[in-house]
């Protein structure tokens, strides 16, 4: 079993959708990241949250402790949200760098 | 501000031989972490430096290993290459401070690719 578990694999959607991607991980965090990844590789982090609840714009990332799980909701999707969203966990310690990573939710947004 | 850089965007070499990857670090920032990203998988961390030392290992064999400069910026090698080499090569850089959890900046990564 993983330790970063993400689901759904894959997501498709029609524009204007509400769109929710799951994480369970099963270790100790230090911080939980939500990262988006477009075609090509580049990289950008969207969120870090160790508690609670973060917004910006129409995304929304919160988390659980207790249960370690954190969603990712998209409000009013669009088409120039598909991309892959992947969640990564910062263990913390001795590796203040290192990040475990889900294997990502390929998200497709239809007009 | 300048971000993160990475070159070359794209490589190709031959099984056997030996390839070395840079990254330049966003501006004040001095850690830099190094991640393997096998297509259709998440990344997988290789590497971290800080001021110039490593500081955190993955699961890779020693011909994976990594330097780091004084002005931050950093190499990653990787010798005698493999088929399975073949990936993308992303590094990441960060403001390590007295937190424990901080943003990590990726750079655009490059596309490594063994035959």
């Known amino acids: 079993k993983n330790e970063v578990e993400q689901s759904p694999q894959n997501l498709t959607a029609q524009e204007g959708e509400f769109i929710t991607i799951n994480c369970s991980y099963s270790?100790?965090?230090?911080?939980l990241h939500w990262l988006q990844q477009h075609p090509g590789g580049g990289i950008v982090s969207l969120f870090m949250l160790s508690s609670g609840k973060k917004k910006h714009g129409r995304l929304i990332a919160t988390i659980n402790i207790q249960e370690k799980h954190s969603s990712l909701h998209i409000t009013a999707s669009h088409p120039r949200d598909s991309a892959v969203y992947i969640c990564?966990?910062?263990?913390?310690?001795?590796?203040?760098?290192?990040?475990?990573f889900g294997q990502g939710t390929i998200l497709t947004v239809h007009p | 501000e300048t971000g993160v850089t990475q070159s070359p965007t794209h490589l190709i070499k031959t099984r056997g031989q030996q390839v070395t990857l840079r990254c330049s670090s966003q501006?004040?920032?001095?850690?830099v972490s190094w991640y393997q990203q096998a297509l259709g998988q998440g990344p997988q961390f290789i590497f971290q430096y800080y001021r110039e030392e490593e500081n955190g290992r993955g699961n890779f064999p020693p011909r994976f290993s990594g330097l780091q400069f004084p002005n931050y910026s950093s190499e990653l090698n990787v010798n005698a290459l493999e088929l399975d080499d073949s990936a993308l090569y992303l590094c990441?850089?960060?403001?390590?401070?007295?937190?424990?959890?901080?943003?990590?900046?990726f750079g655009p990564g490059t596309r490594l690719t063994v035959t």
């Open positions: 501006s004040g920032h001095n850690t």
């Open positions: 990564a966990v910062g263990s913390g310690g001795t590796s203040y760098g290192k990040l475990t």
């Open positions: 990441a850089s960060s403001p390590r401070g007295a937190s424990r959890t901080y943003e990590q900046y």
């Open positions: 270790v100790g965090i230090s911080a």
